[in-house]
């Protein structure tokens, strides 16, 4: 029974840190990308520094946190499935390394963003396909057990 208990609270937090990870991509690509007319307004009743803020404080308290628990439900669901061994978790894992990593880069072009001066990295603006690729192996991985 706890197995089932933790494998739900797994799937809750990567729902919530992959859902946050596709709403900071896609807030770093359309406040990056550039205007097609010098000088236009950004959205309309809608400030730059007020999406990038509400972006960077649902960051940093629902996807990160979500981030962390999804780790640490996932190595207690493969704990407890005993999977440790098994060649479909490892590829899973260096899966959700690069989620991991994308995460931090995502959070760190909110950072710049926030800044006066603030241009975004260049690898935030893949995003959301490496996000999406990334989902579907892991998805794979984790259902088909191919490896």
């Known amino acids: 029974m706890i197995y089932l208990w933790l494998k739900a609270f797994h799937i809750v937090s990567v729902t919530v840190w992959i859902g946050g990870m596709f709403v900071a991509?896609?807030?770093?690509?359309?406040?990056?990308?550039?205007?097609?007319?010098?000088?236009?307004?950004?959205?309309v009743?809608?400030?730059?520094?007020?999406?990038?803020?509400?972006?960077?404080?649902?960051?940093?308290?629902?996807t990160s946190p979500a981030m962390l628990l999804a780790w640490l439900f996932g190595l207690a669901v493969a704990t407890e499935?005993?999977?440790?061994g098994a060649r479909w978790l490892m590829m899973k894992l260096v899966f959700v390394v690069a989620l991991s990593?994308?995460?931090?880069?995502?959070?760190?072009?909110?950072?710049?963003?926030?800044?006066?001066?603030?241009?975004p990295s260049p690898a935030s603006g893949h995003a959301l396909p490496v996000i999406?690729?990334?989902?579907?192996?892991i998805v794979l991985?984790?259902?088909?057990?191919?490896?």
Not at 25 to 43: D, E, T, W
Request: net charge positive; aromatic share 6%.
């Open 141 to 147: 991985l984790v259902v088909l057990k191919p490896l």
């Open 101 to 119: 990593g994308l995460h931090g880069i995502l959070s760190g072009t909110l950072r710049k963003l926030a800044r006066p001066d603030g241009r």
């Open 45 to 62: 009743g809608i400030a730059q520094p007020d999406i990038i803020g509400a972006v960077r404080r649902w960051d940093r308290w629902a």
């Open 25 to 43: 991509a896609i807030a770093v690509a359309a406040l990056s990308a550039p205007k097609s007319l010098p000088g236009a307004p950004g959205p």
């Open 132 to 137: 999406v690729g990334a989902v579907v192996v």
């Open 81 to 84: 499935g005993g999977w440790f």
